[in-house]
T-cell receptor, first 109, second 116 residues
Framework: GIQVEQSPPDLILQEGANSTLRCNFS?????LQWFHQNPWGQLINLFY???GTKQNGRLSATTVATERYSLLYISSSQTTDSGVYFC???????????FGTGTRLQVFP | GAGVSQSPSNKVTEKGKDVELRCDPI?????LYWYRQSLGQGLEFLIY????????KSGLPSDRFSAERTGGSVSTLTIQRTQQEDSAVYLC??????????????FGPGTRLLVL
């Protein structure tokens, strides 16, 4: 089956720093979503981005479908950005999300 | 409602007991999904309902797991004869119509199940 790998697995930042999280997938996908799981466990939608680039405030994401990767950029990080970031993909003709391994981010003041 | 809701928030049960977990999708969403998040397995798909179609049960780990969706809205996930390895967070999600991957899935807060 498809493999979805994220890097780095862990990331520690000081408030104000920028970071880039990567998601690699081993097969063609129909859809890709980025989620933030906050310390209380809630999965929060960040981006629906099967291709191209999107921006929302301090966050932006780029998916290069032909090269099978997506990047999530966090600028001017804040302590509230702490948590686990997941990418998840959908194969063609299916509706079940396949989640990546996650990146655990800790932002310290 | 404003978002996907799940109940109970937390459930502690004894090995061998049956449990029922409930999910209320976003109003108007016809597609509903169950996922499980456990320490060893990450986030994994369990089952998917789309309208009146037969559910996609391909992710259910054993025949002790079942789910139903009544009236195209509320769903119940039932685990019979619970085992300690069933301990996990069970997450429910919904999307507008589940149109072959064209829509965002929105997640509920989850039910944390602990089997002693």
């Amino acid at each position: 089956g498809i493999q979805v790998e994220q890097s780095p697995p862990d990331l520690i930042l000081q408030e104000g720093a920028n970071s880039t999280l990567r998601c690699n997938f081993s097969d063609s996908v129909n859809n890709l979503q980025w989620f933030h799981q906050n310390p209380w466990g809630q999965l929060i939608n960040l981006f629906y981005i099967p291709s191209g680039t999107k921006q929302n405030g301090r966050l932006s994401a780029t998916t290069v479908a032909t090269e099978r990767y997506s990047l999530l950029y966090i600028s001017s990080s804040q302590t509230t950005d702490s948590g686990v970031y997941f990418c998840a993909v959908l194969l063609y003709n299916t509706d079940k999300l396949i989640f990546g391994t996650g990146t655990r981010l800790q932002v310290f003041p | 409602g404003a978002g996907v809701s799940q109940s109970p928030s937390n459930k502690v049960t004894e090995k061998g007991k049956d449990v029922e977990l409930r999910c209320d999708p976003i109003s108007g969403h016809t597609a509903l999904y169950w996922y499980r998040q456990s320490l060893g397995q990450g986030l994994e798909f369990l089952i998917y309902f789309q309208g009146n179609s037969a559910p996609d049960k391909s992710g259910l780990p054993s025949d002790r797991f079942s789910a139903e969706r009544t009236g195209g809205s509320v769903s119940t996930l039932t685990i019979q004869r619970t085992q300690q390895e069933d301990s996990a967070v069970y997450l429910c999600a919904s999307s507008l119509s589940g149109g072959a991957g064209q829509e965002t899935q929105y997640f509920g807060p989850g039910t944390r199940l602990l089997v002693l």
